[in-house]
């Protein structure tokens, strides 16, 4: 069972970079597709980006250009780099880890990110 832990989150104007990462423990992420996924208040959760155990990866609509998922499976860690930020990025991001081929996942707790116009 893997367990992962989100930080990076913060206060940032429009227009800047955060970049949040992911830490896994309890197992080797090179077993797992992960994703990001964020919650903006009063809104759905929605998928972000995700990126395969081969490196494979995909955006939302809303983020791709702006958003870079990247994975170190030596690390155990998977990186979100956000550019570009926008007022509407403004949500709780959260790490998931689903292991190939299976259905359940592992939510982290998730990190803040506000991005103030």
């Known amino acids: 069972q893997v367990h992962v832990v989100e930080s990076g989150g913060g206060l940032v104007q429009a227009g800047r970079s955060l970049r949040l990462s992911c830490v896994a423990s309890?197992?080797?992420?090179?077993?797992?597709?992960m994703g990001w996924y964020r919650q903006a208040a009063g809104k759905q959760r929605e998928l972000v980006a995700g990126?395969?155990?081969?490196?494979?990866?995909v955006y939302s609509k809303s983020v791709k250009d702006r958003f870079t998922i990247a994975r170190n499976n030596a690390r155990n860690t998977v990186q979100l780099q956000m550019n570009s930020l926008k007022a509407e990025d403004t949500a709780v991001y959260y790490c998931v880890a689903r292991p190939i081929g299976e259905s359940h996942e592992y939510w982290g707790q998730g990190t803040q990110v506000t991005v103030s116009s």
């Open positions: 990126i395969g155990s081969n490196g494979t990866a």
């Open positions: 309890g197992s080797t992420l090179s077993g797992y597709a």
